[in-house]
């Protein structure tokens, strides 16, 4: 099982369980509105390049992951067809399937925000390549990737800005795909990876007008039982990249005020590979984990409250530790992409 942060045989075994879910089309679980039965086609034929991983979200991140994956470093053996299955899926011709699905009403709402939020760190990370990558190759392929990518990036981009700067009457703050805070942070991360400096002003002016008002924060009890992400600690995490550190260490204070004690030791349950539900669980201790590393880091040395979520953050890295991502396609279609985004944390490479 990869420890984190990743060894080469890490990224090795992850990158191999991706590419067999990304090229892997049932099951699948849809996630679109049907406005005519000429609107019920087979996943490869409504999303050519994101048919795969059981659902259009995960795929398009587990691609995120693979193109990390390369960056990082691959032997030859697992970064051909990594490489084989990028330029497959990111041409322009499948990608053009893509578009036209998010231009049409089918796409109007799918997959928003996190799917697309996914989307636009997935042309992020193919910018990222081609800007950084020693391998000529693989810095030529991160600029054709991008390249395909862009107009989907841009639309879906775009789409996200007007959605939650004037279509969110209120952040959702739940612990899955829809919870506000997350979409917000990997917006950020894209804007920061690509330059988008627009983006990063609208994200940040979002992130202070959804929660620099909150009141204490519910920070112990047990979460829900399909949770993959811990609401207040998202929101935390987000903060703390939109906020300095004077106001952020304020604004915890007012979220969690002196006497608050909050509970971030790992959620303990009965690891089941064929439920969604306790898979989604194995997911929380992994965002659990870098929404702790971020929140401990930004309070800085010394303090209770840094203290305490540090030594959360090492608790769960122990139980992530104990996590086999390729055991079962319920855990190898998304986990992967959850392990080398918690290697970007520790390592502060996003």
């Known amino acids: 099982m990869p420890a984190v942060p990743l060894d080469e045989q890490g990224r090795v075994e992850l990158a191999t369980a991706v590419v067999g879910a990304v090229n892997r089309e049932y099951p699948h679980r849809l996630i679109q509105e049907l ?20 659902d259009w979200h995960s795929a398009v991140h587990s691609h995120w992951t693979l193109v990390r994956c390369l960056g990082a470093g691959l032997p030859t053996e697992v970064s051909n067809p990594a490489v084989a299955v990028l330029d497959e899926h990111l041409a322009e011709a499948p990608l053009n399937g893509e578009l036209s699905f998010y231009s ?41 990737w991008g390249a395909a990518l862009e107009p989907l990036s841009s639309l879906l981009r775009d789409r996200l800005v007007e959605y939650f700067a004037s279509g969110l009457a209120f952040p959702i703050r739940d612990g899955t795909h829809a919870n506000t805070a997350f979409s917000l942070q990997l917006l950020h991360q894209a804007a920061a990876a690509a330059g988008d400096n627009e983006l990063s002003s609208a994200v940040s ?34 903060m703390a990249d939109i906020l300095d550190g004077g106001r952020f260490r304020s604004w915890m204070a007012q979220v969690c005020p002196a006497g608050v004690t909050p509970d971030w030791g790992p959620t303990s349950f009965v690891p ?7 898979v989604h669980l194995e997911g929380l201790l992994v965002s659990r984990a870098w929404c702790l590393d971020r929140l401990g880091r930004a309070l800085g040395p010394g ?38 985004y918690l290697e970007g944390w520790l390592t502060g490479s996003l």
């Open 272 to 278: 089941d590979g064929a439920d969604p539900g306790k």
């Open 205 to 238: 002016a979002v992130g202070r007008h959804c929660f620099s008002k909150d009141a204490p924060l519910p920070w112990r009890g047990p979460p829900s039982g399909s949770d993959f992400l811990d609401p207040p600690l998202v929101e935390a995490a987000l």
């Open 35 to 54: 406005n005519s039965d000429a609107d019920v086609v087979p996943p490869r034929v409504l999303n050519p390049s994101f048919f795969g991983s059981y």
């Open 303 to 340: 303090t209770p409250l840094a203290a305490a979520a540090l030594s959360g953050r090492d608790a769960h890295l122990e139980a992530v530790a104990k996590i086999d991502p390729s055991d079962g396609f319920g855990r190898a279609h998304w986990l992967p992409t959850y392990l080398v």
């Open 104 to 144: 049409g009403p089918g796409g109007r709402v799918a997959e928003r925000p996190y799917g697309w939020a996914w989307l636009v760190m997935l042309h992020a990370e193919c910018g990222r390549l081609a800007a950084s990558s020693p391998d000529g190759a693989l810095a030529e392929a991160g600029r054709r």
